[in-house]
């Protein structure tokens, strides 16, 4: 297949690309390289261009045929979205509208959306499955809730199909270690924590260990991005033969705390992890967790990284190789 993939120097984008590439498919990226980075993609025609530039969109796909696309490019730090929310809903909403335009008028008719597991706000249940209700708590789930109910109406008209992936956290790196997570500002746990054990000098924090959790501290899926990559692979095979719109969750569906990823990070790197309780930060639930029954039944994913300690491993292989 040849496959257009918006978002494809990003951090999950670019292991889709990677396990693309690794299993015979064709891979043309789309970005601006605002977030991205052009070492994380190789051996592929890059189109530089942001979503909201309508005519060098248009330009730049104009008579080209895919056979799918599989859609990262969006905006995707809570807090800074609740700070600047007219950002998330233009560069998440429009832009994924001026995307699915160009494709329409392409003919282009399969397309693998990049949800996420905060259409869901608070949970109402242990673990979250596709009909648990969506309230989103800030505007970048919004955003990608309302990209969601757009596809929904636009694949209900046209001749155009849509799969949509919630996942919950996305960890690890590329087992070969070339490629893995370099974010900036980097709000995620697990490099967070591999990064205060490179440095040595700064004292990881923990935010809160009063929630109702089995040690007090946040719960969590972690799900691999290979893992992600494989599914979203698996996402435009289900469309030959499920037409319209599907949506599903993907979660490892093992919560780890805050303080049982540490102690699998001390596992890791063989060294003690310190760090310092901080109050709670506002809206974090004590617990998120993925049902991903659907996702394993109805397309055929079979998630390779269940263990925290192999995702951690596979993160700090690349951590190591970056800083040596």
């Avoid at 696309?69 to 800074?80: D, M, Q, R, T």
């Avoid at 596992?267 to 003690?272: A, G, Q, Y």
Wanted: with cysteine; glycine share 8%; hydrophobic share 40%.
């Amino acid at each position: 297949m040849t496959l257009l993939i918006p978002g494809g120097a990003g951090y999950i984008g670019s292991h889709m690309v990677r396990y693309a590439q690794e299993h015979g498919h064709e891979v043309v990226v789309l970005d601006d390289f605002s977030t991205g980075h052009e070492w994380a993609v190789e051996d592929c025609e890059i189109l530089r261009v942001n979503l909201l530039d309508q005519a060098k969109l248009a330009q730049l796909l104009k008579g080209r045929s895919f056979d799918g696309v599989i859609h990262f490019a969006a905006k995707s730090l809570v807090g800074e979205s609740v700070q600047k929310p007219d950002l998330y809903y233009r560069n998440n909403v429009v832009g994924t509208l001026n995307l699915v335009n160009e494709m329409l008028d392409n003919d282009v008719n399969n397309l693998v959306f990049s949800s996420t597991a905060a259409i869901f706000g608070n949970p109402i249940t242990e673990k979250i499955a596709e009909d648990h209700p969506k309230n989103p708590i800030n505007p970048y789930g919004q955003s990608k809730l309302m990209v969601e109910n757009m596809l929904r109406d636009i694949c209900a008209v046209h001749d155009i199909n849509a799969t949509c992936f919630r996942y919950f956290n996305a960890a690890g790196a590329d087992p070969s270690g070339s490629i893995g997570e370099a974010h900036d500002p980097e709000t995620h746990l697990i490099p967070n924590i591999l990064k205060s054990t490179i440095s040595g000098g700064s004292v990881l924090k923990v935010f809160g260990n009063d929630y109702e959790t089995r040690d007090g501290t946040c719960v969590r899926d972690y799900v691999h991005v290979t893992d992600l990559a494989q599914a979203h692979l698996l996402g435009l095979g289900h469309m030959k033969h499920n037409r319209g719109f599907s949506a599903f969750n993907l979660g490892n569906g093992n919560g780890f705390s805050v303080l049982e990823v540490i102690e699998s990070c001390e596992r890791v790197v063989s060294n003690k992890i310190l760090y310092d309780i901080a109050l709670p930060r506002e809206g974090d639930p004590a617990r998120l967790v993925a049902n991903s029954a659907a996702a394993i039944r109805e397309i055929g994913w079979k998630p390779c990284f269940e263990k925290i300690d192999d995702i951690v491993a596979s993160a700090w292989r690349w951590h190591n190789l970056k800083v040596s």
